[in-house]
């Protein structure tokens, strides 16, 4: 059979991954190959190719007689997640205070100022909406994948953006824009703040602290909605 071209085949994945990280495609979603194709253009070897890596990256699982489906983790799974992420993120946290370049340091700067922006832009008494919790969000993933690249320890980084892939994937919270509040939005600002800081003065026990404080924090915020969400979400295709 044959392959399709890497470019084209990275195409649709990009595509299938937003769709996923942005809440497009819920908990137990079905991938329909055709389906995908003739939205994206494409034939369905690639997106064949495509599903099969995001299976091989732990969000999309095979059901035998039924197809390709967006994984959805029990609470569980998602406590273990957590687990390794208490694990491996205040070490990014410390490896990147000591090795982080100046152009990092500002660029982390940098999202601190964007996530300032969005915090500013949220009602007074209301809360975020769709596409600002999606843009805070976004931010959110590139502000961590930036940190851990700034360990200088690929095997790290690649474990870590792992994991905290399929975490963002599976918390579903970018479906509840009533989450991020004002108040929620400008501790954050301050707390990301805070770790820049940590990591310009080079003080990697500092950094580690915070950023174990920080994914302790996310773990209880993730659970407490996970198990406050309504039960047995309703099957939803990639056709819909």
């Known amino acids: 059979m044959p392959a399709s071209s890497p470019t084209l085949t990275q195409h649709v994945y990009d595509r299938l991954r937003q769709q996923l990280l942005s809440g497009q495609l ?4 079905q991938l ?7 939205e994206l253009g494409t034939s369905t070897i ?6 099969q890596r995001l299976a091989s990256e732990g969000l999309v699982e095979y059901v035998p007689g039924a197809g390709a489906f967006v994984r959805q983790p029990d609470r569980r799974e998602l406590a273990q997640l957590y687990d ?11 490896e990147a205070a000591r090795n982080s370049a100046a152009y990092e340091l500002d660029e982390l700067q940098a999202y601190c100022d964007a996530w300032q922006e969005l915090a500013v832009a949220i009602p007074a008494r209301g809360h975020a909406t769709r596409q600002q919790l999606g843009e805070w969000l976004d931010l959110e993933e590139r502000f961590h994948a930036l940190l851990a690249a700034a360990t200088r320890n690929p095997w790290l980084e690649r474990m870590l953006n792992g994991v905290r892939l399929v975490a963002m994937v599976c918390a579903a919270q970018r479906g509840e824009p009533d989450l991020l509040t004002p108040a929620l939005a ?6 990301h703040a805070e770790l820049v800081r940590a990591l310009r003065a080079r003080d990697a026990d500092r950094a580690r602290d915070w950023m174990l404080k920080h994914v302790r ?17 309703r099957l939803k295709s990639a056709q819909e």
């Open 32 to 38: 329909v190959n055709r389906t995908i194709a003739r």
């Open 84 to 94: 390794l992420r208490e694990a491996l993120e205040p070490l990014a946290a410390a």
């Open 217 to 233: 924090h996310g773990r209880g915020v993730v659970l407490d909605y996970f198990d406050r969400k309504p039960s047995g979400p």
């Open 26 to 29: 819920d908990a137990r979603a």
């Open 46 to 51: 690639p997106v064949r190719e495509a599903i």
């Open 186 to 191: 400008r501790k954050t600002c301050r707390e």
